[in-house]
């Protein structure tokens, strides 16, 4: 496991006796992030500058604002993170910085600036692929160790992931289509609600009947998912009603009921397959009050259950530091591009 030294670059081992101060950046989307953590688990700093409100009037993020944002919210976060923390730069151990997948435009802004801080003070750069980082928020305030099955639900992830090790994840199934958060948000729009409308769909559905519509479930192979006819069959639903007399409750709670349950349905065989009794959910969607009660419920057999706090489920740099910490999968290159895709 990687361990920096405060007076050197070289990794140094486990149980030596130093402590690892990792500030990260991370700007894969909208929200412009910094925060310093110390060994993988203690959240020293934690900044985050949202676009929520300027992406809103627009429907959705719009990248060439985002990347904008991000250079003039940067060097403010930056500064509050080494603020709050009350550590100077020589004190940092590494820096790190979000190489992808996200909006290549706003991932530069981040990655660069996390480059240039390990630069200027000659220490380690790590590069963070922005997945890994949503698993390893499950790592911050906990004792949470591997081997666990891994629900990642995100705005452009969907996917089942086995983590046998703290370097060793296989992705046993994902999203052929729309991931949750996109069906969320596709499906917000269709009845009208406001962007961001994920969170606002759940907190409807919360006062609606789940069983009011029989929505279809998609039949797809393994531990893959499709959610695209689940939004066609909720258009055709929509479409059934005057916009006076629609039930919006009920439409969204028969949405966020099947969506659950397709995915802890799929998530429990993983863990009978596999043998595992922890389990963790990670992403943005991880949030979402029914996908966090359905697999807590999953206690209730047996399986321990960990989820992020709500502030670390979003984007943000606390799981980038841990993950810079704990995964030794990461880009330790200063010349490492960013992407916009999995890799």
Same mark, same amino acid.
């Given at each position: 496991?990687?361990?920096?030294?405060?007076? +050197?670059?070289?990794?140094?081992?486990?149980?030596?006796?130093?402590?690892?101060?990792?500030?990260?950046?991370?700007?894969?989307?909208?929200?412009?992030?910094?925060?310093?953590?110390?060994?993988?688990?203690?959240?020293?700093?934690?900044?985050?500058?949202?676009?929520?409100?300027?992406?809103?009037? @627009?429907?959705?993020?719009?990248?060439?604002?985002?990347?904008?944002?991000?250079?003039?919210?940067?060097?403010?976060?930056?500064?509050?993170?080494?603020?709050?923390?009350?550590?100077?730069?020589?004190?940092?151990?590494?820096? /790190?910085?979000?190489?992808?997948?996200?909006?290549?435009?706003?991932?530069?802004?981040?990655?660069?600036?996390?480059? +240039?801080?390990? $630069?200027?003070?000659?220490?380690? =750069?790590?590069?963070? !692929? #922005?997945? !890994? /980082?949503?698993?390893?928020?499950?790592?911050?305030?906990?004792?949470?160790?591997?081997?666990?099955?891994?629900?990642? *639900?995100?705005?452009? #992830?969907?996917?089942?992931?086995?983590?046998?090790?703290?370097?060793?994840?296989?992705?046993?199934?994902?999203?052929?289509?729309?991931?949750?958060?996109?069906?969320?948000?596709?499906?917000?729009? $269709?009845?009208?609600?406001? @962007?961001?409308?994920?969170?606002?769909?759940?907190?409807?559905?919360?006062?609606?009947?789940?069983?009011?519509? &029989?929505?279809?479930?998609?039949?797809?192979?393994?531990?893959? =998912?499709?959610?695209?006819?689940?939004?066609?069959?909720?258009?055709?639903?929509?479409?059934?009603?005057?916009?006076?007399?629609?039930?919006?409750?009920?439409?969204? /709670?028969?949405?966020?009921?099947?969506?659950?349950? +397709? $995915?802890?349905?799929?998530?429990?065989?993983?863990?009978?397959?596999?043998?595992? &009794?922890? *389990?963790?959910?990670?992403?943005? *969607?991880?949030?979402?009050?029914?996908?966090?009660?359905?697999?807590?419920?999953?206690?209730?057999?047996?399986?321990?259950?960990? /989820?992020?706090?709500?502030? @670390?489920?979003?984007?943000?740099?606390?799981?980038?530091?841990?993950?810079?910490?704990?995964?030794?999968?990461?880009?330790?290159?200063?010349? *490492?591009?960013?992407?916009?895709?999995?890799?």
């Amino acid at each position: 496991m990687k361990k920096y030294s405060l007076l +050197t670059k070289t990794p140094v081992d486990i149980g030596t006796g130093y402590d690892n101060y990792i500030m990260a950046i991370e700007t894969s989307c909208d929200e412009t992030a910094c925060a310093v953590v110390k060994n993988g688990r203690e959240v020293i700093a934690n900044v985050v500058a949202s676009q929520i409100k300027t992406h809103a009037q @627009y429907g959705g993020v719009i990248p060439e604002i985002a990347a904008r944002e991000h250079l003039e919210s940067i060097n403010f976060v930056i500064e509050q993170a080494f603020y709050q923390s009350g550590l100077k730069p020589e004190e940092i151990s590494a820096f /790190a910085g979000t190489v992808g997948p996200g909006l290549v435009g706003s991932l530069l802004v981040g990655l660069n600036a996390a480059k +240039t801080l390990a $630069l200027v003070n000659d220490k380690p =750069f790590i590069g963070v !692929n #922005h997945l !890994n /980082a949503h698993l390893c928020a499950n790592y911050i305030d906990t004792d949470l160790k591997p081997p666990f099955m891994a629900l990642l *639900v995100s705005g452009g #992830h969907t996917q089942i992931i086995d983590v046998k090790s703290y370097t060793e994840q296989t992705i046993l199934g994902e999203t052929i289509d729309d991931a949750v958060g996109e069906a969320y948000d596709k499906v917000a729009r $269709l009845i009208g609600l406001p @962007y961001p409308g994920g969170p606002m769909l759940d907190k409807l559905a919360q006062q609606g009947n789940p069983h009011a519509f &029989k929505l279809p479930e998609a039949k797809v192979d393994g531990y893959n =998912f499709s959610f695209s006819g689940l939004k066609t069959a909720v258009l055709r639903l929509v479409k059934s009603f005057d916009k006076d007399s629609m039930p919006v409750n009920d439409i969204c /709670a028969s949405f966020q009921e099947t969506v659950s349950s +397709t $995915l802890v349905k799929k998530l429990k065989r993983a863990l009978e397959e596999k043998g595992y &009794k922890q *389990v963790v959910v990670a992403g943005g *969607v991880a949030a979402n009050s029914e996908i966090r009660r359905k697999v807590f419920d999953l206690e209730k057999e047996g399986y321990r259950v960990n /989820a992020p706090a709500m502030k @670390y489920c979003t984007d943000n740099a606390a799981m980038v530091a841990s993950c810079a910490y704990f995964n030794e999968n990461t880009f330790d290159d200063v010349n *490492v591009e960013v992407f916009s895709r999995v890799k």
